[in-house]
């Protein structure tokens, strides 16, 4: 269970560019305050954008661009120097090649729209989940300047000396008080001061922290400023936002292409990544960056060998499960949430598959953990350590114990000091029990206002749920009307195919029925088989399809191209014509001459088809039979007139010379 029970630690800023542009004038953006649950809207200027984030200062600017809120490098780096200490600029779509926002939304599951309100409130939801790039112009490195705060060229009545001696003297306690205060603070750096007369002039500590990790304010007062300014980069710089060191499950899926999901202990898929060119180092660091591992997880027994290195080098607890996660399990477990290929979808069904395992454990250790208690440490003991809960509690709770001495001594008349010592320390004892009393006043405030957060919490959780039914009540009524609209186009289909049933009845009727039983407006027709091609193979099929039988009409397609044995595969069928598109070959017209084939183009043959089937006019048929035979009676007498040619030229030529 997350110990995060409301809203976020602080607030994030999200923005997108609603209007005009920042290289033009005034442009406007859409901006979305969010604090982890309540979520406010506005258009604002870029100028009121600055005055907000100066008065609110959010922890997180976020943008899918940065370069919306500024025309060029120098704009941005003097942008990011304006901002809060406590204040960073986050790219959320990544760092130099940035992804499209609606890519980053889907893959972390955060609404998204392409308005530009919806596009800044997609930013802000992402950086609050620790998604993105943290823009930086600056380093670690902080300038801390003590100097004078006036010119030492005239005192005012003074004379000149006493007053130069004051202003170097005010300087040189001013950074005395600085480097005492860096001192306790336990920073490092390094100090260059200039000394003049009667003190410094200037003092620069080189501090390796951030602003805000400096005990040190700007200031200037009288004779003395001090100035703060991070140490600027050669350019600019991302690095990933850094993430919440929360308790985790982490499932890993091991082989050419490694992926690692990140689960909460309130069992929210927090993070996933995959990749074919991470190593172990790799991996650790990544998780390492998203939360502390209690539980390591595959989704396949036994454990491999490379997540339980990871298992160890995390002290976690591992997890497998009985037998290797099916297919359709990890689809089903994972079905709510984004991922880009199959190594993710295992490694998240393998955390999700341990969270559900120990989903009864968490709620039962939170339950038992006081509420200013650490339940992810608590639970990380337990759970990965095999400690009991009361254990862990006795532990961390600071004992200390009295380490009361009792000496004995003898009694002596006591002092006017020691009796008012006396008096003194009893006094203290009076008001520390009254302290005693009103730190119990406050634990009690504490455990109500507890209480009311809890009592808030549900409230919230029931209206979330709420709203969560009204969508699914939504989603079923448009899956309804979906449904709907594909019966309605199922019986349309149903329809079309009776009819064309019907159609294909009766040319069935003209092919088996030997006209007998077809209609006066179907009688003279005949029916046609067609072959694709006057090949083998197209023989074959139109065989295996309809069936060639003796006495059919047959239609080519394409009549070239034919050979000899293609030519008697056909003529062996005997049909009673074959109608040809385009020309035979002289070897197929031979052969099928040869067998009393009749052979006529298609146009002469009015041929209409109906899906796979054909018929023709009985009229049309006879005609073209007709004008075959009077062609091959024509050929026949000038294949006999040839013939008697050669006769008689080979006697001429066999009969001896006079």
Do not use: C
């Not at 649950?37 to 870029?46: G, Y």
């Not at 300014?229 to 308790?247: S, V, W, Y």
């Not at 040869?594 to 049309?620: F, I, S």
Request: charged share 35%; aromatic share 4%; net charge negative.
């Amino acid at each position: 269970m997350n110990t995060r029970t409301g809203a976020l630690d602080a607030v994030v800023f999200g923005v997108d560019i609603q209007s005009g542009d920042v290289r033009g004038d005034a442009p406007s953006y859409a901006l979305v305050v969010f604090d982890g649950e309540v979520i406010e809207r506005d258009v604002v200027s870029l100028r009121k954008l600055r005055r907000l984030i100066d008065d609110v200062e959010p922890s997180i600017v976020a943008t899918d661009n940065m370069y919306e809120l500024a025309e060029d490098k120098d704009a941005l780096v003097h942008f990011l120097g304006t901002l809060p200490d406590e204040t960073t600029l986050v790219q959320v779509t990544g760092a130099e090649q940035p992804e499209p926002l609606s890519r980053v939304a889907s893959r972390h599951g955060v609404p998204y729209g392409k308005e530009p309100m919806k596009e800044a409130e997609a930013a802000a939801r992402l950086a609050a989940a620790n998604v993105g790039q943290e823009v930086s112009a600056f380093t670690d490195t902080t300038e801390v300047k003590v100097a004078r705060g006036r010119s030492t060229g005239g005192g005012g009545g003074w004379s000149e000396d006493r007053y130069t001696r004051r202003i170097h003297g005010s300087v040189k306690q001013r950074a005395r008080a600085v480097e005492s205060e860096l001192d306790d603070a336990g920073l490092d750096y390094e100090r260059e001061v200039t000394e003049k007369y009667g003190g410094f002039s200037q003092a620069l500590f080189t501090v390796s922290a951030r602003p805000q990790d400096i005990p040190v304010s700007r200031m200037r007062s009288g004779d003395v400023r001090v100035e703060i300014e991070r140490e600027r980069r050669d350019g600019i710089e991302f690095r990933p936002l850094a993430k919440r060191r929360d308790h985790v499950v982490v499932g890993v899926d091991p082989g050419t292409t490694t992926a690692v999901a990140v689960v909460g202990l309130d069992g929210e898929v927090l993070d996933v990544y995959s990749s074919r060119t991470v190593d172990a180092a790799g991996v650790t660091e990544w998780i390492v960056e998203r939360g502390r591992p209690i539980v390591v997880a595959a989704d396949v027994t036994p454990m491999p060998e490379t997540v339980e290195k990871l298992r160890r080098s995390f002290s976690a607890a591992g997890w497998t499960p009985d037998s290797d996660l099916a297919i359709d399990v990890k689809q089903h477990r994972t079905r709510e949430e984004g991922y880009d290929n199959d190594h993710e979808r295992d490694a998240m069904a393998a955390a999700l598959g341990a969270y559900d395992d120990h989903a009864d454990q968490f709620e039962r250790i939170a339950e038992k953990v006081p509420p200013r208690e650490d339940v992810g440490e608590v639970t990380a003991r337990v759970v990965a350590g095999g400690e009991s809960v009361e254990s862990v509690l006795d532990d961390l709770a600071d004992d200390g114990g009295d380490g009361d001495e009792q000496t004995e001594h003898t009694p002596r008349e006591l002092t006017e000091e020691e009796k008012e010592i006396k008096r003194l320390r009893a006094r203290v004892e009076r008001l520390e029990g009254h302290v005693d009393d009103l730190e119990a006043t406050i634990q009690q405030k504490d455990d109500q206002l507890a209480e009311k957060e809890r009592e808030l919490s549900q409230a919230r959780s029931e209206e979330r749920r709420e709203v969560r039914k009204d969508r699914e009540v939504t989603r079923l009524q448009r899956e309804n009307e979906r449904l709907e609209r594909e019966l309605e186009a199922e019986r349309e289909d149903r329809e079309a195919l009776e009819s064309k049933l019907e159609r294909l009845k009766g040319l069935w009727k003209l092919d088996h029925s030997n006209f007998a039983d077809v209609s006066e407006k179907q009688e003279g027709l005949v029916s046609v088989k067609v072959i694709e091609q006057f090949t083998s193979d197209a023989i074959a099929t139109a065989d295996e399809a309809v069936g060639l039988v003796e006495d059919d009409v047959i239609l080519l397609r394409d009549a070239s191209g034919a050979g000899r044995s293609t030519a008697q595969r056909l003529a062996a069928v005997n049909p009673r014509i074959v109608l040809r598109n385009g020309g035979l070959s002289d070897v197929a017209d031979e052969i099928l001459f040869e067998h009393d084939v009749p052979v006529a183009p298609a146009e002469m043959v009015t041929v209409q088809e109906v899906d796979e089937l054909a018929v023709a006019r009985e009229h049309e048929v006879e005609a073209a039979i007709e004008d075959w035979e009077e062609r091959a009676e024509a050929r026949k007498r000038e294949q006999n007139a040839e013939l008697v040619d050669q006769i008689i030229s080979e006697h001429r030529a066999d009969r001896p010379e006079s």
